[in-house]
């Protein structure tokens, strides 16, 4: 088998004469492919090209590219596709997307990881490539209705537990009564031209929520649960939005652990989540802040700076002839939260803790 180096996102595969002259097809027009066939129907412009040819049964191949890529795209019969990929499937959160196309190119079928791993979107993006018809079997996408497992990704909200995806996701798809409750974040999360069902209520509180006994439950907010809230996650699951805009001035040379601790503690008093956490905002003079770049690095936050004078701008509570001395701005934090969240109201006006000045923007859609 020749050597898996990935330089796309995705792998097309053929394995006969009629799937190669396909698989050539869709290779020229979908960005980020990389395409492998077999040696005996090599055509002599794969070097070229960037195409790799392989010798062998293509099962041999299979565990390489599942490792490497995104998606898969094979141009093999679904039931040989399904017998090699059976031994070497892991978890729907890590095995890429899979799509098999017949030799026709007439269907494009959604067999594996078709939320997360993207493969139905991947198959309806190659049917419309080639003018095929997109098979997809999900639930929750021929119903129209919530994939509780894509719930805001498209917004980065990301889930605090997956402990009940799959009983809230049958909730959703069997018409139980199922409650939205959201706090913060994007609104237009509905993704479809139809109207929602009437059996997704949304709340914009969880007491609001509970008092109607649904089945189960998805709720967006940043902040942590008191006791008495958590019993609607007995049937629920809880998405972290992206509101949270630290703004920070430091010290010159500040290390990033005293950094990380002072944003864990501050989140902690505010009784919000790190994972709601967007960006980390603060002057230009900072732009090349070690330890600043380490954490955001770390937690693969945003990293917005601004100009003094755009720091001016915002009326603060404590303005310093002091930092304006050493910086040209009369605060960093303060100014810096609202300018990134777009919201002068902030949950954390300011904090110094040693090194670290801090203050906390909630951003409002």
């Not at 995705?10 to 009629?18: C, E, G, L, N, R």
């Not at 729907?92 to 997360?116: F, Q, R």
């Not at 049917?127 to 509780?148: C, F, H, N, R, W």
Request: charged share 25%.
């Amino acid at each position: 088998m020749p050597e898996v180096t990935a330089t796309g996102d995705y792998a097309i595969v053929a394995i006969t004469k009629h799937g190669t002259q396909l698989a050539r097809r869709i290779h020229a027009v979908f960005p980020g492919s990389d395409l492998y066939y077999m040696k005996k129907f090599e055509q002599g412009d794969e070097s070229g090209q960037g195409i790799t040819l392989f010798e062998g049964s293509v099962r041999l191949l299979l565990p390489e590219l599942f490792a490497k890529y995104k998606g898969l795209i094979l141009i093999i019969s679904l039931g040989a596709v399904v017998r090699m990929i059976a031994p070497i499937l892991k978890d729907k959160k890590t095995d890429p997307g899979v799509v098999v196309v017949d030799d026709k190119g007439e269907h494009v079928i959604s067999v594996l990881s078709g939320h997360i791993g993207g493969a139905n979107e991947l198959a309806r993006e190659v049917a419309a490539l080639i003018g095929a018809y997109p098979v997809v079997t999900t639930a929750s996408d021929v119903q129209k209705t919530i994939p509780v497992d894509l719930f805001g990704r498209r917004f980065g909200w990301v889930w605090e537990s997956d402990e009940k995806l799959t009983p809230v996701s049958a909730a959703v798809v069997n018409e139980e009564k199922v409650a939205v409750v959201q706090e913060s974040g994007e609104k237009n999360w509905w993704m479809y031209d139809t109207p929602m069902p009437d059996t997704i209520h949304v709340f914009s509180s969880i007491q609001k929520a509970l008092a109607e006994k649904p089945a189960a439950a998805l709720v967006v907010t940043h902040r942590q649960l008191e006791k008495e809230e958590e019993i609607i996650l007995t049937n629920g699951v809880l998405f972290r939005p992206k509101v949270l805009v630290l703004g920070i001035g430091c010290n010159r040379g500040t290390a990033a652990e005293e950094i990380e601790q002072v944003i864990e503690e501050t989140l902690s008093e505010l009784k919000v989540s790190m994972k709601s956490v967007k960006a980390i905002a603060t002057i230009d003079l900072k732009k090349d802040e070690a330890g600043l770049l380490e954490v955001v690095r770390k937690y693969r936050w945003e990293f917005v700076y601004f100009r003094p004078e755009e720091l001016n701008q915002k009326e603060i509570s404590q303005p310093s002839e002091t930092v304006y001395k050493f910086t040209g701005a009369y605060g960093v934090s303060e100014p810096a939260a609202m300018l990134c969240s777009g919201n002068d109201e902030l949950l954390l006006t300011k904090k110094k803790s040693g090194n670290v000045t801090i203050s906390v923007g909630l951003i409002s859609y």
